[in-house]
């Protein structure tokens, strides 16, 4: 964080540490499997962008959204993060950045292909910090980005084969993650 910028604005630790707590409260409501609690620390017209890209306007929708992966692609998933900065733009507006990962159901450890990286506006309005908008995108190390473009580069039988075998070692593994196949021509 930038000390200068934090006390050129006025801001304090208290200040701080409750934006913070927006991203632990999150945490704690993902392993909950609790989508009323997710969205709790949302103002009611938020954005949310989800993870593979749906912008999602206002709490209603996020509950909507996030109630169904908790009872099915994610149900199950355990989730860890970390607040990287925090950054005031005002003494009643900041940036947060965050990162998370998370195990999906049966894994023991967190899958490096859900790693994603959140960046939270955050607002205090009547004395309350609350998230105005979350933008959370995928995060890939070089080597999973060469590896997936060189699927998109490939002629579409030669994707539509890929495809079938991660179908065929799902299905003779046991397919714990859910429904997720590699699509043909894109990666969502």
Do not use: C
Request: glycine share 6%.
């Amino acid at each position: 964080m930038n000390s200068k910028l934090t006390q050129a604005h006025g801001s304090n630790s208290t200040d701080e540490k409750a934006i913070r707590t927006i991203h632990h409260r999150m945490i704690d409501a993902w392993n909950a499997g609790d989508a009323a609690a997710f969205i709790e620390p949302f103002r009611d017209d938020a954005d949310f962008v989800a993870f593979e890209g749906t912008h999602l306007k206002g709490r209603a929708e996020m509950r909507s959204f996030h109630q169904r992966i908790f009872d099915t692609v994610v149900k199950g998933s355990r989730m860890e993060g970390e607040v990287k900065f925090v950054r005031f733009l005002s003494p009643v507006m900041a940036v947060m950045h965050s990162t998370v990962t998370y195990a999906l159901r049966g894994q023991t450890k967190a899958s490096r292909a859900r790693d994603s990286m959140q960046l939270t506006v955050v607002a205090r309005r009547d004395g309350e910090w609350r998230a105005e908008a979350l933008m959370n995108a995928s995060r890939l190390a070089m080597e999973d980005q060469h590896f997936l473009d060189g699927i998109d580069l490939l002629p579409a039988e030669a994707q539509q084969e890929v495809t079938d075998l991660v179908a065929s070692l799902k299905k003779r593994h046991g397919d714990m993650a859910g429904s997720y196949a590699i699509k043909q021509g894109s990666r969502s």
